[in-house]
């Protein structure tokens, strides 16, 4: 069973920087696929940045050259850096994990419980 942990948040003013951590309990390059989401009040859950197995990350426009996905494989974390916040970028960051135990199986999510980003004057 897959857990993961996302944590890092923070209150930080615009252009401010906040580093977010996501710990798995098992070998992170073995997931299909790993990123962040966010969810902001009143809106849906929207793909910040992910990576697929065998594909380079993926940015949504609003953060391309301001946020950087990286790992560590001996951690088994992942890391989102987050340069030149907005107030835009206020909302709740999720780790997303996607696994497939094998070729017939389903792919499955998992989720971290979330970590709060604010920015704020």
């Known amino acids: 069973q897959v857990q993961l942990m996302d944590s890092g948040g923070g209150l930080v003013q615009p252009g401010g920087s906040l580093k977010l951590s996501c710990k798995a309990t098992?070998?992170?390059?073995?997931?299909?696929?790993m990123g962040w989401y966010r969810q902001a009040p009143g809106k849906e859950r929207e793909l910040v940045a992910n990576w697929r197995s065998g594909g380079s990350p993926n940015y949504v426009d609003s953060v391309k050259g301001r946020f950087t996905l990286s790992r560590d494989r001996s951690q088994n974390t992942m890391y989102l850096q987050m340069n030149s916040l907005k107030l835009e970028d206020t909302a709740v960051y999720y780790c997303n994990a996607v696994s497939r135990p094998c070729i017939e199986c389903r792919e499955m999510d998992s989720w971290g419980e979330g970590t709060l980003v604010t920015v704020s004057s």
């Open positions: 098992r070998n992170i390059f073995s997931f299909v696929a």
